[in-house]
C-alpha cells in the first residue's frame, strides 16, 4: 500500500485487497478462469488437468515475496513460477495467447470492484448515520451562515440534511464507477485477438464477472481509470465539505458542535479539543484529488500502449481507494459521537442583535405595498445601527415611523420568531423522500 501504515491499519480489508498479496493471488485468478474457460469451451485441459492448474496457481506467502521484489518483469516471473510446479504438459495451458496487461488489467478492474463493495457498505453505514442525527435535529433551531455571517435561522437537521444528500449522492458515483470499471480482456498483442478466440475471452470475463472491452488495444482505455477516481474525488469532496462545516461550527466563538474527543488535544495547550479527525478528513481529500489528477495525466499512452500509466496507477488505485474509505470511517466516527450544542445555537441566534430578522421585516413591508428600496434601506439602517451601537434591531424598530404605521404589535413579535423562517424546512426533507409524516406537525 502507497498510504501510511498509521492510516493503512484502518481500513484493512482495502490493504489486503492492494498488498502484495492480494494483488498477485488476483492476478492468478485471472489465469485461472482463462484456463476454466478453456476447459469449458474445448475440453482441454481436462478435469484433472484443471485441478492440477488451479494447484499450481494457489501462492505462498514466500512466493508473493519473492515475486514483489522490484526488479524483473512481474508477469513473466509469476508465470514461470506457476509454470515450474506444473507437469510439461501442462505448463503452456498458462498464458496462452495472452499479453501481460490481458493479466493486470483485468485484475485490476477485479482490485478495483471489490474496493468499491467495501467502500459502498461504509458509505451505506455513513449515510445511516446522518439519517439519525439529522431527524434528531429536525427541530433544534440554529442560524445560517452565508460568507462566515449570520444570515437567518434554519434548523440543524436540515444543515446536516445538506451533508445527508451529499454522501448518499456517492452512492451513485460508485455505481457508476462500478459500472465502467467492470471490463476486463484477454485479446493479446494490442487487443486484435491474434492467439485467442473472441468466444474464449467472453467465457472468461463471464467467469470473473466482468465484461470484454469492446474496443481494447494492449491495455483497457484509461479513460474508464480515469473516471473511477473521478467518482472518488467527488465523493471526497462530499466528506471534505461536512467536515469544514463542523470544523466551522467547532470554533471557540461559535462553540455549537464537537467532535467526539480524544483524551488529548495539544501537546502543550491542555485545554485544547481540536478538531483534528475533521482536519484529518480534509487532509486526505486532498490526496484523493492528487490521485484523480495523477491518473488523467496517464489516461494518454502512445499509441496502442506504453507503460507509463503502470507506476501512477500502483500508486492512485490503493491510494484513491484507501484514503476515500478511511475518509469515509473518519466520517461514522465523527457523526456518530457528534455532541451537538443546543443551547449554543439558541445563544448565538441573538449575536446579530436581530439583525437575522431583517429580511423577514424586509419582506413584510412589501407585503404592505411599500416600496421594496424604501423598505430595505429603512431595514438596513437600523439593523447597521443595531450592530454599531450595541442596540437590538427588535427596539429600534418600535420606533421607526415607517414600520409603526405599517405593522401592528402582533406582526412585529412574529417578525421576531425564528420559527416564522422554518414554515417549508420540511421541504427538503419530501425532495430527499424522506417520511417526515408527524415530524413537522408541531
Known amino acids: 500500500m502507497s498510504v501510511p501504515e498509521r492510516y493503512a491499519i484502518a481500513v484493512p480489508e482495502i490493504t489486503d485487497i492492494w498488498g502484495a498479496k492480494g494483488t498477485f493471488n488476483g492476478q492468478a485468478r485471472v489465469w485461472e478462469a482463462h484456463v476454466q474457460a478453456r476447459h469449458a469451451l474445448e475440453g482441454s485441459p481436462n478435469f484433472e488437468e484443471f485441478g492440477l492448474i488451479k494447484n499450481a496457481l494457489f501462492l505462498t506467502t514466500e512466493e508473493v515475496t ?10 513473466v516471473k509469476l508465470q514461470r513460477l506457476i509454470q515450474a510446479k506444473l507437469p510439461a504438459s501442462l505448463r503452456n495451458f498458462i498464458h496462452k495467447g495472452a499479453t501481460s496487461s490481458d493479466v493486470l488489467d483485468t485484475n485490476l478492474a477485479l482490485q478495483a470492484l471489490n474496493s468499491l463493495n467495501i467502500y459502498r457498505g461504509d458509505n451505506n453505514k455513513l449515510i445511516t448515520a446522518l439519517m439519525s442525527l439529522t431527524l434528531l435535529h429536525k427541530d433544534t433551531i440554529q442560524v445560517g451562515r452565508t460568507h462566515g455571517q449570520h444570515a437567518i ?13 451529499a454522501v448518499k449522492e456517492g452512492n451513485r458515483r460508485i455505481q457508476q464507477a462500478k459500472d465502467v470499471i467492470s471490463f476486463g480482456k ?36 484509461r479513460w474508464r481509470h480515469a473516471e473511477v477516481l473521478s467518482n472518488m474525488a467527488l465523493n471526497a469532496l462530499a466528506l471534505e465539505k461536512m467536515a469544514i462545516d463542523i470544523r466551522l461550527l467547532a470554533l471557540t466563538d461559535i462553540g455549537e458542535v464537537r467532535e467526539p474527543f480524544d483524551e488529548h488535544g495539544s501537546s502543550a495547550m491542555p485545554h485544547k479539543r481540536n478538531p483534528e479527525l475533521a482536519e484529518r478528513i480534509c487532509g486526505l481529500a486532498r490526496v484523493t484529488r492528487g490521485a484523480m489528477l495523477e491518473q488523467h495525466e496517464a489516461g494518454a499512452p502512445w499509441l496502442e500502449r506504453d507503460i507509463s500509466h503502470s507506476s501512477t496507477e500502483r500508486i492512485t488505485f490503493p491510494v484513491s481507494f484507501a484514503t476515500i ?13 457528534l455532541v451537538v450544542f443546543q443551547d449554543r445555537m439558541a445563544q448565538n441566534l441573538d449575536t446579530s442583535r436581530g439583525g437575522i430578522y431583517s429580511a423577514r421585516l424586509l419582506n413584510m413591508l412589501i407585503d404592505r ?29 418600535t420606533n421607526e415611523p415607517l414600520i409603526v404605521e405599517k405593522l401592528s404589535k402582533s406582526e412585529l413579535k412574529d417578525a421576531f420568531d425564528p ?11 419530501q425532495r430527499m423522500n424522506i417520511d417526515i409524516e408527524n415530524l413537522f406537525a408541531d
Not at 66 to 75: A, F, K, S
Not at 200 to 214: Q, V
Open 153 to 165: 435561522p434554519q434548523t440543524f437537521g436540515r444543515q446536516v440534511l445538506g451533508w445527508y444528500a
Open 419 to 429: 420559527k416564522a423562517y422554518l414554515q417549508n424546512i420540511g421541504v427538503a426533507y
Open 186 to 221: 484477454w485479446s493479446g498483442e494490442i487487443g486484435t485477438h491474434a492467439f485467442v478466440s473472441p468466444q474464449l475471452e467472453e467465457k472468461a470475463m463471464e467467469l470473473l464477472g466482468l465484461k470484454p472491452e469492446p474496443t481494447p488495444t494492449q491495455i483497457i482505455p
Open 325 to 337: 474509505d478511511y475518509e469515509t470511517r473518519l466520517g461514522i466516527q465523527i457523526i456518530k459521537g
Open 66 to 75: 519473492t515475486l514483489n521484489e522490484p526488479r524483473g518483469h512481474e508477469t
Open 369 to 397: 405595498g411599500v416600496d421594496r428600496t424604501e423598505a430595505y434601506d429603512t431595514i438596513k439602517r437600523l439593523a447597521q445601527t443595531a450592530y454599531d451601537e450595541k442596540s437590538n434591531l427588535k427596539k429600534l424598530v
